[in-house]
């Protein structure tokens, strides 16, 4: 799935492409084609999501210091097509003012999501299993959301995985 997320990405046009791992790194850095994304090993995974995202975006803010944004997902979303990753980046390319630019779907705001730099400080703060889904559900400034067709579905379980 990940090797599928990647390819999406890169697809998008999107970049660069850091790639977060934790568990199993070693193992999943032999079966994926890392090339042209940036993998970057996150030792702290045990202690929940917040760590990957702080892991990717210290990544980014090493690659590109004056960062104006950063997306964020993650690869148990199979539906994920890269027009809908070209959308959001048209989206936040349109904005007036900084502004999350979020998938929506199943009622919900959720990932893939942009962040403008402004809420860097916000992602960073993040601890334990807690994701970018918290800022988008108590934004500090504005959003704007992009239908994601069965976004809500992704895959957790084996069953999951089976289901798609």
């Known amino acids: 799935m990940l090797a599928r997320t990647i ?14 791992l934790g568990a199993n790194h070693e193992i999943i850095r032999g079966a994926v084609d890392f090339n042209g994304v ?17 892991s ?22 199979p539906r994920l097509e890269a027009g809908h990753l070209r959308s959001l980046v048209a989206a936040q390319e349109q904005t007036v003012e900084p502004a999350i630019i979020a998938s929506q779907y199943s009622g919900v705001a959720g990932i893939p999501a942009i962040f403008p730099a402004s809420q860097f400080s916000n992602l ?21 959301t992009i239908h994601l067709a069965e976004g ?3 895959v957790d379980t084996p069953a999951d995985l089976e289901r798609f």
């Open 124 to 144: 960073m703060a993040l601890r334990g299993d807690v994701g970018a889904k918290q800022i988008i559900r108590n934004p500090t400034c504005p959003m704007i």
């Open 38 to 54: 940036y993998p970057v090993t996150n030792t702290n995974w045990e202690q929940g999501i917040a760590t990957s995202i702080q």
């Open 152 to 154: 809500e579905f992704d």
């Open 7 to 20: 390819r999406v990405v890169r697809a998008s046009g999107a970049g660069p492409v850091v790639t977060v």
């Open 56 to 77: 990717g975006i210290s990544e980014i803010l090493r690659l590109v210091p004056d960062a104006g944004a950063v997306m964020i997902l993650a690869c148990d979303q």
